[in-house]
C-alpha cells in the first residue's frame, strides 16, 4: 500500500459515521444508490487528521472544501462551523483522540433518474464523514517507496481541472494501476508537456545540491501538505523552488520524497528500478520531516 500502508485496528469495525448529521454505525452507513456520488463521481472530499484532539489544519481543508465545490457549481448548504461541529460530535461519539483519519464527502445530492445533468436533482447535497483509527506504518517514513513514472498524464484545467479534489478518481486510479503493473508502490505522473506533475495520491518533491523542486502545481492537487512543506522551506531558508524539471532531472536527483496528509513525508528510495541515492533516508527528507511534525505540535499547542 506505499504511503497508505496502515496499522489495522480493531475499533473501526463498529465506528459511528455521519451522513448527513444523523449517526450509523460502520455496516449501517450507507446512500442512495441515486446519489450523484454513486452513479456519476459527482462531488467532493476532503481528508484530514485529528492529533492529540486537534483537527490539523483544518481552516486550509475546508477553504479547498468550498473552492472545489464554488468550481463545481455545488452549494454546500451548511456553513463551515456547521460542518466543523458536526465533525466535532463523530469524533466525539466516537470517543476519539489521536491518531484518527477522517474523509469528508460532499456530493450534488439524490438524482430522480441517472442523469448527469447537475440541474437535475431531488435533494440537498449529501455530506458523509468517516472517521477511521488510522496509524501510518512509520517504517514507511524512513525505508521509504518504490516510485515509478507512469504513463496516464494528469489533464489540463479545462478538461478535468487536476487541481479539484474530485469524487472523479479515474485518472489517479489508472495510474495506481499502472504503477502496479510496471512494479512500482506509487506512480509518478507527467503533466501534457512531458514535466514532472504529481503522484497518483500524493506530492512529489526531489532534492538537488541542497535544493528542493516541486513541480509548478499547475496540473495538481493542491495539496495541503505540499503547501506547508514549501512554508517550511521558505521559513527555514531551505531553497525550494515549484518549477518545470522532467524525468531526467529525477533521475539524478540527490533526494526524492513524496507528501500527503496521511503519511506526512515519505521518502522515495526507488526510483524507475533504481536505487534513489544511497537507497535510505536522506539528510534533507530527515530534517524535512522533522521540521513538519514540530509544526504539528505547534497548531497543536496553539489550540
Known amino acids: 500500500m506505499g504511503t497508505h500502508e496502515y496499522v489495522a485496528d480493531i475499533r473501526n469495525d463498529d465506528v459511528w459515521i455521519s451522513i448527513n448529521k444523523n449517526l450509523f454505525r460502520r455496516n449501517e452507513a450507507k446512500i442512495s444508490v441515486f446519489d450523484s456520488g454513486f452513479l456519476l463521481g459527482d462531488g467532493i472530499w476532503e481528508s484530514f487528521r485529528l492529533h492529540k484532539g486537534v483537527l490539523v489544519f483544518i481552516d486550509d481543508h475546508l477553504d479547498r472544501l468550498f473552492r472545489g465545490a464554488a468550481s463545481i457549481s455545488l452549494d454546500i448548504p451548511y456553513s463551515r462551523e456547521e460542518i466543523i461541529s458536526e465533525i466535532k460530535n463523530v469524533i466525539s461519539s466516537n470517543k476519539m483522540y489521536d491518531d484518527v483519519h477522517i474523509r469528508l464527502i460532499m456530493t450534488r445530492g439524490l438524482k430522480p433518474t441517472p442523469y448527469q445533468a447537475p440541474w437535475v436533482i431531488s435533494s440537498l447535497p449529501t455530506m458523509v464523514i468517516i472517521p477511521e483509527y488510522k496509524k501510518a506504518n512509520l517504517d514507511r517514513s524512513i525505508k521509504g517507496i518504490s516510485l515509478v513514472t507512469v504513463d496516464v498524464i494528469r489533464g489540463t484545467q479545462n478538461s478535468q481541472d487536476p487541481r479539484i479534489n474530485s469524487l472523479s478518481k479515474h485518472n489517479c486510479i489508472s495510474a495506481c494501476i499502472d504503477a502496479e503493473k510496471k512494479g512500482g508502490e506509487e506512480g509518478l505522473m507527467l503533466d501534457i508537456d512531458g514535466n514532472v506533475s504529481t503522484c497518483n495520491s500524493t506530492h512529489f518533491f526531489m532534492v538537488k545540491n541542497g535544493e528542493v523542486w516541486t513541480s509548478t502545481g499547475e496540473f495538481c492537487l493542491e495539496g495541503i501538505t505540499r503547501q506547508k512543506i514549501i512554508d517550511i522551506c521558505k521559513e527555514n531558508k531551505i531553497p525550494c523552488f515549484e518549477k518545470k524539471f522532467t524525468i ?34 536522506g539528510p534533507m527528507v530527515e530534517k524535512l520531516q522533522k521540521l513538519y511534525i514540530n509544526t504539528i505540535k505547534d497548531v497543536c499547542h496553539a489550540k
Open 248 to 281: 531526467d532531472d529525477v533521475k539524478i536527483a540527490d533526494e526524492a520524497f513524496v507528501t500527503g496528509t496521511f503519511a506526512g513525508i515519505t521518502p522515495v528510495n526507488n526510483f524507475d528500478g533504481q536505487i534513489m541515492g544511497d537507497g535510505s533516508r
